[in-house]
Nanobody, 120 residues
Framework: QVHMVESGGGLVQAGGSLRLSCAAS????????MGWYRQAPGKQRELVAF???????DYADSVKGRFTISRDNAKNTVTLQMNSLRAEDTAVYYC??????????????WGQGTQVTVSS
């Protein structure tokens, strides 16, 4: 079955950095575009960044210049390096496949995510 295990979240002060990791299984990782998503309190889940099988990337305007998504096909992992964190980055962060046709992830599976809390 599809399984995504997110890790690396925590509490950090504004201006600090965190590196999130995701271990994926149950998918053909090397040909799958992958995305990081987040859901802040009282808000809908949103796409933060995605990376294609060829390692092309795109980012939400709110994180451009601060976050970097990358992948390691040998380890079936995708990472999100987050720098210059702001209080508004506080959210539960999830990884999943990214589906170009819908601009979103699959509807049938979401993992637990990892909590990122940024204090001001």
């Amino acid at each position: 079955q599809v399984h995504m295990v997110e890790s690396g979240g925590g509490l950090v002060q504004a201006g600090g950095s965190l590196r999130l990791s995701c271990a994926a299984s149950g998918i053909i990782f090397s040909i799958s575009a992958m995305g990081w998503y987040r859901q802040a309190p009282g808000k809908q889940r949103e796409l933060v960044a995605f990376i294609t099988s060829g390692s092309s990337t795109d980012y939400a305007d709110s994180v451009k210049g601060r976050f970097t998504i990358s992948r390691d096909n040998a380890k079936n992992t995708v990472t999100l390096q987050m720098n210059s964190l702001r209080a508004e980055d506080t959210a539960v962060y999830y990884c999943n496949r990214y589906l170009h046709r819908t601009g979103w992830g699959p509807r049938d599976y979401w993992g637990q995510g990892t909590q990122v809390t940024v204090s001001s």
